[in-house]
């Protein structure tokens, strides 16, 4: 599947801290034999994943459509058809499928968000 990751308050806190278990979860999902891109409404932002180790499991970056979601893939050069989004803001969910999570606002060694996503996904590409 064609998972796409937002960045901002989903995979990063705000301080640019790395959300815990996004490393494994992309390791464990790129093993599993999902293709993962990353979006943002801030733009293309490869250091992001850089900085954190993530660049290689990543196939694209891409803008995310902020409103008219479907009709402005195209024309933010958004190349391939997301099957399931992960994102802490519920419209995005809402129109491509996927699973919301908890904002990542500050840095939680506690936070197993990325835990409930990959067994989230795994159900669903098993059919559950």
């Known amino acids: 599947m064609n998972l796409f990751f937002d960045v901002d308050k989903t995979i990063i806190a705000q301080d640019g801290s790395l959300r815990p278990w996004v490393r494994e979860t992309f390791t464990q999902l790129h093993q599993d034999g999902h293709t993962l891109y990353v979006w943002s409404g801030m733009g293309i932002r490869w250091p992001v994943l850089s900085r954190n180790g993530l660049r290689g499991y990543v196939a694209d970056f891409f803008e995310k459509p902020l409103d008219d979601h479907r009709a402005r893939l195209a024309r933010l050069g958004v190349t391939v058809p997301p099957d399931l989004c992960v994102d802490d803001h519920q419209e995005i969910v809402e129109v491509f499928g996927g699973v919301v999570v ?27």
């Open 102 to 128: 908890r904002p990542y606002v500050d840095p939680d060694p506690l936070d197993v968000e990325m835990h409930r996503v990959y067994t989230l996904i795994s159900c669903y590409r098993n059919g559950h």
